[in-house]
């Protein structure tokens, strides 16, 4: 079995949750799997480039971003939902699927010209994704990449980043 189909396995649809006309794709049993889990990890970090940081996206993409952190040896930097991070941050509100959220990330996350990786779980609208690289840029650092596992083709995420290289390793 391919690894895109171990992947595929282990993603629960639940359907309208957390609102009515959703199908939620529930990742927790692919992380009940260590051998998926350290494979979905390895095979992110492989399509990374040289990158200083990795941006991780609450919640569910930090569950994503740490260990791939640590495997491309780059820091990591949590782009939290609005009022968790204590020190001083840029904001970004955005539309998701499932309503509106406002996401910060501290002004001193990076060093002038850091390359950053964007780490999330899903890719649906992308408005996650838009805020959060917005909030790189402002943040005096260079978006390379967004990574995600699993990308919802059928509300055209990806058609934000233009410039951008996007990787999914599965996508519905
Ligand atoms: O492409 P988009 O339409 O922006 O949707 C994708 C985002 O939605 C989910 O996060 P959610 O805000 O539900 O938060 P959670 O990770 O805390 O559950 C998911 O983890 C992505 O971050
Ligand atoms: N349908 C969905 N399932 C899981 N996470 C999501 N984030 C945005 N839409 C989602």
């Known amino acids: 079995m391919s690894l895109q189909q171990r992947i595929s396995a282990l993603i629960r649809d639940v359907p309208d949750y957390p609102q009515p006309g959703v199908l939620f794709k529930d990742i927790t049993p ?3 799997d260590a051998a998926v889990f350290q494979a979905v990890i390895s095979a ?3 399509q990374a480039g040289p990158v200083d940081k990795v941006a991780g996206l609450e919640a569910r993409g930090f569950l994503l971003a740490a260990p791939v952190a640590l495997e491309l040896g780059a820091g990591l930097v949590p782009v939290r ?9 840029y904001a970004e509100t955005y539309d998701l699927e499932y309503g509106t959220a406002t996401i ?16 999330d ?3 649906a609208t992308g408005g996650t994704a838009e805020a959060a690289a917005s909030l790189v ?4 650092a260079e978006v390379h990449g967004l990574s995600v596992l699993m990308e919802l083709t059928f509300l055209n995420g990806r058609d934000r980043f233009v410039d951008l290289p996007v ?3 599965v996508v519905v």
């Open 44 to 46: 992110i970090a492989e």
């Open 121 to 123: 779980d899903v890719l």
């Open 104 to 119: 910060e990330v501290h002004r001193d996350a990076f060093e002038p010209g850091d390359r950053v990786l964007i780490v």
């Open 81 to 89: 939902k609005s009022g968790k991070l204590p020190s001083e941050t």
């Open 167 to 169: 990787h999914s390793l």
């Open 30 to 32: 692919l992380l009940h």
């Open 137 to 140: 840029r402002r943040a005096g």
